[in-house]
C-alpha cells in the first residue's frame, strides 16, 4: 500500500535553478524507499499542506529521486520553491517507461520540459555506447533562456551523442537554429528500418514530429510518445487522465504512436 496510495517521506538534499522558473530537486528518503523507478516513469510529488502533482524523473540514482518542476500552478509552484532540508511526500512509481530497443538508431525529441523525461534515456544511452548505432538528440525550446541541462547536453556532444537545439524566440546573443524542432530532422541520419524515436513535447510538437517520421519511413510502433493530461491519483481510478480507452496515468505516460495516433486524431478525445 505504501508507496501506491500512501506517501512515502523525502527530503530535498539538492536544488539547481535550471531558468527563472524551472528547478531540479534531487530527494532522498527518510526512512523507506519506494520501488525503483524506470526512465520515462512519474511520480505524485506532495508539498505539504499544498496537495500533490504528477513529475516525471529527471534522473535515477539509486534510491535518490531527481524531478525538474516549472512553477505554473499552486502545487507546482510549491515544490519548485522547496529548499534543501525541506520535507515532501512521494508515491510511485507510476506508469509505463520508456522501451529501449537494442541496436539500430536512437533518436530522442523534446520540446520544452520534455526534456525531463528523456534525460534519462539519453544517460542510459551514452552510458551503453555499443547498444545503439547513433545517438542523435534534437532539442526545442520557447527561448534560449528556457533551455534545460545546457553544460550536461555539451557533455552529451563530447561523449559521441549528435545534440542539435533551436528555439521559437531567438535573444540578442544567440547564434544557434531558429525554428520548430521539426526542422532539425533532415540534418540527422537514421536508417528507419532499424531505429526507434522517443518523443516528449507539447502535443502539436508530437503530432508534427510523429508525421514527420512517418513520411521519413519509421514505422509508428517505433514511436514512442509521452502523453500528457490532468492526473489526480496515480492509480487508474479517478478517470482524469482517460484518452479513450487509455488511463494515462496507468497504461502511459508512454505509449506507441501505433495507439497513440489513432486516439489523438479524434478531435475533443
Same mark, same amino acid.
Given at each position: ?9 523525502? =527530503?530535498?538534499?539538492?536544488?539547481? @535553478?535550471?531558468?527563472?522558473?524551472? @528547478?531540479?530537486?534531487?530527494?532522498? &528518503? ?23 502533482? &504528477? ?17 505554473? #500552478? ?5 515544490? !519548485? ?19 529501449? &530497443? ?7 525529441? @523534446?520540446? +520544452?520540459? #520534455? ?18 548505432? *547513433? ?33 521559437? *524566440? ?37 503530432? @508534427? ?6 513520411? =521519413? +519511413? ?13 492526473? !489526480?491519483?496515480?492509480? #487508474?481510478?479517478? +478517470? ?26 479524434? =478531435?475533443?478525445?
Amino acid at each position: 500500500m505504501s508507496g501506491a496510495l500512501v506517501p512515502l517521506p523525502y =527530503r530535498v538534499i539538492g536544488r539547481a @535553478a535550471d531558468t527563472a522558473d524551472t @528547478a531540479t530537486l534531487v530527494l532522498e &528518503p527518510e526512512g523507506e524507499a519506494l520501488p525503483p523507478f524506470e526512465p520515462g516513469q512519474f511520480a505524485m510529488v506532495y508539498a505539504f499542506g499544498v496537495g500533490d502533482i &504528477p513529475v516525471s524523473v529527471s534522473a535515477i540514482d539509486g534510491v535518490r529521486l531527481t524531478h525538474t518542476v516549472r512553477a505554473v #500552478g499552486a502545487i507546482s509552484r510549491a515544490v !519548485h520553491a522547496l529548499r534543501p532540508g525541506d520535507g515532501v511526500g512521494v508515491r510511485g512509481p507510476f506508469g509505463t517507461g520508456w522501451r529501449l &530497443p537494442a541496436g539500430g538508431d536512437l533518436l530522442v525529441v @523534446a520540446g +520544452g520540459l #520534455g526534456l525531463a523525461p528523456l534525460r534519462p534515456v539519453v544517460r542510459a544511452a551514452l552510458a551503453a555506447p555499443g547498444r545503439h548505432r *547513433r545517438l542523435s538528440v534534437l532539442i526545442g525550446s520557447r527561448s534560449p533562456s528556457d533551455l534545460l541541462y545546457g553544460e550536461e547536453s555539451g557533455q552529451w556532444r563530447a561523449a559521441g551523442a549528435r545534440v542539435l537545439v533551436t528555439v521559437d *524566440r531567438p535573444e540578442p546573443r544567440w547564434t544557434g537554429e531558429v525554428g520548430v524542432v521539426t526542422g532539425l530532422l533532415d540534418r540527422v541520419a537514421f536508417e528507419p528500418r532499424r531505429s526507434a524515436a522517443l518523443v516528449c513535447g507539447p502535443e502539436v510538437m508530437i503530432r @508534427a514530429i510523429a508525421r514527420e517520421l512517418l513520411v =521519413r +519511413g519509421l514505422g509508428p510502433e517505433r514511436i514512442q510518445v509521452s502523453l500528457e493530461r490532468t492526473m !489526480h491519483c496515480g492509480t #487508474g481510478h479517478c +478517470g482524469h487522465c482517460q484518452l479513450g480507452p487509455l488511463l494515462l496515468c496507468r497504461d502511459g505516460p508512454v505509449v506507441p504512436w501505433s495507439e497513440a495516433g489513432p486516439l489523438l486524431a479524434v =478531435r475533443e478525445l
